[in-house]
């Protein structure tokens, strides 16, 4: 068993990574949905965003506006430090009882991956076994999210420089994964890391001098 903190980018392909290792077998928790989850309507996360922010930030249905919130924090580095001062903590803390569950539980999975963009300057990376990153080259990292999001190439770019550079995060990480390439390049590389940690991790596996 062990605790995969997967992370990179926006645009470097975290989630073609984590579909991949959740069809071999991995048990697979993405913080970005769990930080949806802790700013619904009704949430501590959510009210003390009013309370810092202003009812101006909530949508017609009283929900967050993502979209309002970022044009908001990605402008501002103090506004972004504000914002993930509130949802850091709570994702933490979701996050921290998944892992406790899991390794309470020791269910037939061999690896928890945890999806997370934030993962090192949120300080999660402490909370998990190895650290993944996934890399990119610039540009098609700009053309992956100028085509999710329909922003403009100078914001998708101003998005791209208020995070820690991809040099940065592979300073941390335990094991690169290069989606540069073609999908099927980028799955070998996963296929290949899954067998070593599978391998790696079974109770059964004989060394190699024993075979």
Not at 52 to 70: I, Q, T
Not at 123 to 145: A, L, N
Request: proline fraction near 4%.
């Amino acid at each position: 068993m062990v605790i995969v903190g997967l992370t990179g980018n926006i645009g470097s392909g975290k989630s073609t990574v984590s579909r991949r290792l959740a069809r071999l077998g991995a048990q697979v928790i993405d913080a970005d949905l769990v930080a949806r989850d802790v700013v619904a309507p009704g949430t501590q996360g959510l009210a003390r965003i009013i309370s810092e922010f202003g009812a101006e930030v909530l949508n017609e249905k009283g929900e967050l506006d993502r979209a309002g919130m970022a044009s908001i924090v990605f402008k501002n580095a103090e506004s972004r430090a504000r914002l993930e001062s509130i949802i850091h903590p709570e994702v933490i803390r979701v996050v921290d009882t998944c892992i406790s569950e899991y390794r309470k539980n020791r269910t037939s999975s061999p690896a928890l991956v945890i999806e997370a963009p934030l993962l090192i300057e949120s300080g999660m990376d402490s909370m998990v076994d190895e650290i993944w990153v996934v890399t990119t080259d610039p540009e098609s990292q700009v053309k992956r999210v100028m085509a999710r999001s329909g922003l403009s190439r100078e914001d998708v770019l101003k998005r791209i420089k208020a995070q820690m550079s991809q040099e940065e995060k592979c300073r941390y990480a335990h094991r690169i994964i290069d989606n540069s390439g073609p999908l099927e390049n980028t799955h070998r590389q996963v296929d290949s890391i899954w067998n070593q940690i599978t391998r790696k991790n079974d109770p059964d596996t004989k060394p190699e001098y024993m075979e």
